[in-house]
Nanobody, 124 residues
Framework: VQLQASGGGLVQAGGSLRLSCAASGRTFSGSSMAWFRQAPGKERDIVAAISWSTGATSLADSVKGRFTISRDSAKNTVYLQMNSLKPEDTVVYYC??????????????????WGQGTLVTSPA
């Protein structure tokens, strides 16, 4: 399985970005895909997750109302739409997939494959 993350960049606080994670190499039926983020010296925390089969989503409290996660099954791609960005959103974002099942898995240890990080910078 290969995950290719893209879409990071510099955007002013209050602005928007959309991250993409293109997946290949294996069927994703029954899996869950997620976006995590990690600040320097801190743990990697989940931001959002989506069941590949049902499309059910979960969001961290810190991003509810601002971020949405979606998937395009035809393109094998998961998106993270980020609106109303804040300076504290300035971290590296990673996409990941777990084959444990389609429910919500908030811990990074449950994920089987990871994409490379993409940096989002949103200065004050």
């Amino acid at each position: 399985v290969q995950l290719q993350a893209s879409g990071g960049g510099l955007v002013q606080a209050g602005g928007s970005l959309r991250l993409s994670c293109a997946a290949s190499g294996r069927t994703f039926s029954g899996s869950s895909m997620a976006w995590f983020r990690q600040a320097p010296g801190k743990e990697r925390d989940i931001v959002a997750a989506i069941s590949w089969s049902t499309g059910a989503t979960s969001l961290a409290d810190s991003v509810k109302g601002r971020f949405t996660i979606s998937r395009d099954s035809a393109k094998n791609t998961v998106y993270l739409q980020m609106n109303s960005l804040k300076p504290e959103d300035t971290v590296v974002y990673y996409c990941a997939v777990t084959y444990r099942g389609s429910r919500y898995y908030p811990s990074m240890i449950d994920y089987d494959y990871w994409g490379q990080g993409t940096l989002v910078t949103s200065p004050a």
